[in-house]
């Protein structure tokens, strides 16, 4: 397949390690925002195969893992009345909410529908004029722009039956949150290629000047990885600290400017807490003051007071900043799995706990059985 196999090829992976091998000096730890990068690493076994100079941890890209706990008590309210069509992305129904998940809800009776588009909630909407139609609305950048049109499409089809409960989230804030609070050394990142397709990466100039960090615009396949590793390395060992675009084929400096319009048009920044994290300032979108018909927490103001109850257990929180890695959870593999996940980097397809999971990582890899490059 023209794209990805040409990024798949072994050959090619081992040439970047072996530059890789000869350029780094010293030791150097790397974040990948995305956990579809996390999946990709761990998939292909990259971190076994890099120099033992560079450690790679995993940062907090996963939409799912994310989402905070309110906001999935509030879908499981939502999607819990008998006047609402609740309609989501599959990979949130397994999410633990407070006592339950989204799929128990649907199991009790709930009128819970999974879609690929936002767009298909409006047809849903169009078919049942009786009931409100609610769209769980969460992701990044990445999903904005499709959720902001369903919006505008709404409002121009004139679909009152129709809201969006809205969990966006945004990247800059969450970079320099992590560089201004965490207790994680970062010494340069990469970022996740599909949400630099759409923003472009002007907004990430100054956080790389000032917090003088490498940011290396990376893809989703080995070659793209490896090589963003390589771009950043070489950057930390010349003294640089600067944003290079490593996905090219998708990537350009302003970014798709159609999609970030109607992300304007629909949203504003607003404070927004993250799943296991805490609220970091102005990291998130909220409907504006012209689309507010369409807001699910107004449209249902009961919601608003849902009190929540996290698990004692999962550490999702100190995965998501890279401060721990998944087998370091004491329920890793077993209270905690994919069918009974304690928290939701268990559940999503781009969760650390999931990648480790699923690929049998249940301990660090001794020094002894790693892989030569
Ligand atoms: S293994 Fe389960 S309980 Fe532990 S951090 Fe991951 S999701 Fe949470």
Redesign the pocket.
């Known amino acids: 397949m023209k794209y990805i196999n040409e990024y798949r090829e072994e050959n090619l992976t081992r040439s970047l390690l072996e530059q890789l091998k000869n350029i780094v000096k010293q030791p150097w730890t790397i974040m990948e925002i995305c956990g579809g990068q996390t999946h990709a690493i761990i998939k292909s076994g990259l971190d076994q195969l890099l120099p033992p100079e560079i450690t790679l941890i995993h940062g907090p890209g996963c939409p799912v893992c994310v989402t905070p706990l309110e906001l999935i008590d509030k879908a499981i309210a939502l999607a819990s009345r008998p006047d609402v069509i609740f309609v989501s992305y599959g990979d949130m129904l397994r999410v633990p909410g407070s006592e339950r998940d989204l799929f128990s809800v649907k199991a009790a009776g709930g009128d819970i529908r999974i879609v690929y588009s936002p767009l298909d909630s409006l047809k849903i909407a169009i078919q049942n004029p009786d009931k409100t139609v609610v769209f769980f609305g969460i992701g990044f950048e990445t999903t904005a722009p499709a959720n902001a049109m369903t919006v505008v499409q709404a409002k121009n089809q004139d679909i009152s039956n129709f809201a969006l409960l809205v969990s966006h989230v945004t990247v800059p804030p969450a970079i320099s949150a992590l560089l201004e609070t965490s207790q994680v050394n970062v010494d340069g990142f990469l970022a996740a290629g599909h949400v630099n397709t759409v923003m472009g990466y002007w907004e990430y100039e100054p956080l790389a000047e000032k917090y003088k960090v490498p940011i290396i615009v990376t893809g989703f396949e080995p070659v793209d990885i490896v090589n963003g590793i390589l771009m950043c390395i070489t950057q930390l060992e010349e003294g640089r600290a600067e944003v290079e675009n490593a996905y090219s084929r998708s990537v350009q400096q302003k970014g798709n400017q159609p999609a970030q319009t109607v992300i304007k048009q629909v949203f504003e920044p607003c404070n927004r807490s993250w799943r296991g994290i805490g609220v970091i300032p102005m990291s998130g979108y909220k409907l504006r003051k012209e689309f507010s018909a369409y807001d699910a927490e107004l449209r249902f103001p009961e919601v608003q007071t849902i009190t929540t109850k996290e698990?004692s257990?999962?550490?999702?929180g100190l995965?998501l900043q890279g401060l721990k890695k998944?087998y370091e959870?004491p329920?890793?593999g077993k209270?905690?799995i994919p069918q009974t996940?304690?928290?939701?980097?268990?559940v999503s397809s781009e969760?650390a706990?999931a990648a480790y999971y699923r690929y049998g990582r249940f301990t660090d890899f001794p020094e002894a059985i790693k892989v030569s490059a």
């Open positions: 698990s257990v999962c550490i999702s995965v998944p959870c329920a890793f209270e905690c996940p304690l928290g939701a980097t268990m969760g706990c």
